[in-house]
Antibody, heavy 120, light 107 residues
Framework: QVQLQESGPGLVKPSQTLSLTCTVSGGSITSGDYYWNWIRQSPGKGLEWIGYIYHTGTTSSKPSLKSRVTMSVDTSKNQLSLKLRFVTAADTAVYFC????????????WGQGTLVTVSS | DIQMTQSPSTLSASVGDRVTLTCRASQSIGKWLAWYQQKPGKAPKFLIYDASTLENGVPSRFSGSGSGTEFTLTITSLQPDDFATYYCQQYDSDSWTFGQGTKVEVK
């Protein structure tokens, strides 16, 4: 059974970069069968898809976030990473990583989520 | 982005009730809709995909229907474990979007 675990700082200052890692266990991130996604949840905006990355490094992001988002994979560590630049209070949310089957867009597997607060 | 609107925002019900939750898309999404259940402090739990296909292990009291722009999630005989918030999600377009959720609470 695949498991995903997010990690990273819980507090980020405005205008700085939010950096999170998702460690995958019970399955290889290099499997061509899956996309690896980042999703966030805030009280104001609900659940919001941020983007996905394929093991080859191919990415797709929500257009409104694309200019600030960088996603990457580290196949040696079986991890994916998210960087969100120039954060504001509106980026305060619980951030999840989730796996989607290739060719689909739904998420059978999620990490438990990590809260990131943007505040000075 | 395709907008997903769920109704009602909150539904009060009792154990044993049959409940129906609605999700509407701002444009046709075919059958490309999923449903999730979320409890406080937890990640969403995947229930249904392709509008009506139950994920393995999900109790058969859950069912989904609909296509195009209108979809429903029905829970027959509501159980204590079912009190939670339910979200729909479209995956028709390349920018996947969720509804704002329906909270099923104890009446």
């Amino acid at each position: 059974q695949v498991q995903l675990q997010e990690s990273g700082p819980g507090l980020v200052k405005p205008s700085q970069t939010l950096s999170l890692t998702c460690t995958v266990s019970g399955g290889s991130i290099t499997s061509g069968d899956y996309y690896w996604n980042w999703i966030r949840q805030s009280p104001g905006k609900g659940l919001e898809w941020i983007g996905y990355i394929y093991h080859t490094g191919t990415t797709s992001s929500k257009p409104s976030l694309k200019s600030r988002v960088t996603m990457s994979v580290d196949t040696s560590k079986n991890q994916l990473s998210l960087k969100l630049r120039f954060v504001t209070a509106a980026d305060t949310a619980v951030y999840f990583c989730a796996r989607a089957r290739r060719g689909s867009g739904f998420y059978p597997y999620w990490g438990q989520g990590t809260l990131v607060t943007v505040s000075s | 982005d395709i907008q997903m609107t769920q109704s009602p925002s909150t539904l009060s019900a009792s154990v044993g009730d049959r409940v129906t939750l609605t999700c509407r898309a701002s444009q046709s999404i075919g059958k490309w809709l999923a449903w999730y259940q979320q409890k406080p402090g937890k990640a969403p739990k995947f229930l249904i995909y392709d509008a009506s296909t139950l994920e393995n292990g999900v109790p058969s009291r859950f069912s989904g229907s609909g296509s195009g722009t209108e979809f429903t999630l029905t829970i027959t005989s509501l159980q204590p474990d079912d009190f939670a918030t339910y979200y729909c999600q479209q995956y028709d377009s390349d920018s996947w979007t969720f509804g704002q959720g329906t909270k099923v609470e104890v009446k």
